[in-house]
Antibody
Framework: EVQLMESGGGLVQPGGSLRLSCAAS????????MNWVRQAPGKGLEWVSG????????YYADSVRGRFTISRDNAKDTLYLQMSSLRAEDTAVYFC??????????????WGQGTTVTVSS | STVLTQSPSLTVAPGQTANITCVAD??????VHWYQQMPGQPPVLVVY???DRPPGIPERFSGSDSGSTATLTITRVEAGDEADYYC???????????FGGGTKLTVL
């Protein structure tokens, strides 16, 4: 069974930093693209960042490029999102999401429960 | 960048058919995916690559597209189908994922 467990969320002040982690199990981690998708309170889904199975292709939404860094440790089956220069509008539940294949452009077939990030003074 | 437009809400009676649409320029040449999100839960993939269903998704869920509109069709709608539904495409030009704004399906 595929499992994705996010951690690292919390309350942070504007301008601060936070690092999210996602521990994956139940599949061969390095064979699949991974993504972060967020959902602000009462709002829809917003893709944040993704990378392909080997991590060579890395992609960001315009809203986070230059502030967030996605990475993966295939030896630890773990996905990361380093977030800096956080803003109030980054407040959201952040989901770790698995792609259906190694390429980034395949659908997302497994989602974690999410971790909440709140940016507020 | 691609803008995916969904109606914010749709109300359907039990047993009827729900057609949830996603409108964008030339969407028929893109691969469209659909997600169902129950309140307080993460999304679940219900249709991928326009019309394929993942394992475990009932046959009542189907996808289609034509011209500028992709459609998620749910036949014999049940109370348990009440959820938000999102369409999604990969933008090859900008290397971004785009989500529609979501449609809240109410079964009443």
């Amino acid at each position: 069974e595929v499992q994705l467990m996010e951690s690292g969320g919390g309350l942070v002040q504007p301008g601060g930093s936070l690092r999210l982690s996602c521990a994956a199990s139940g599949f061969t981690f390095d064979r699949f693209a991974m993504n972060w998708v967020r959902q602000a309170p009462g709002k829809g889904l917003e893709w944040v960042s993704g990378l392909n199975g080997r991590g060579a292709g890395i992609y960001y939404a315009d809203s986070v490029r230059g502030r967030f860094t996605i990475s993966r440790d295939n030896a630890k089956d773990t996905l990361y999102l380093q977030m800096s220069s956080l803003r109030a509008e980054d407040t959201a539940v952040y989901f770790c999401v698995k792609g259906m294949s190694m390429g980034i452009y395949y659908a997302m077939d497994a989602w974690g429960q999410g971790t909440t990030v709140t940016v507020s003074s | 960048s691609t803008v995916l437009t969904q109606s914010p809400s749709l109300t359907v009676a039990p047993g009827q058919t729900a057609n949830i649409t996603c409108v964008a320029d030339n969407i028929a040449i893109k691969s469209v995916h659909w997600y169902q999100q129950m309140p307080g839960q993460p999304p679940v993939l219900v249709v991928y690559a326009d019309r394929d269903r993942p394992p475990g998704i009932p046959e009542r869920f189907s996808g289609s597209d034509s011209g500028s509109t992709a459609t998620l069709t749910i036949t014999r709608v049940e109370a348990g189908d009440e959820a938000d539904y999102y369409c999604q495409v990969w933008e090859y030009e900008t290397h971004h994922w785009a989500f529609g704004g979501g449609t809240k399906l109410t079964v009443l």
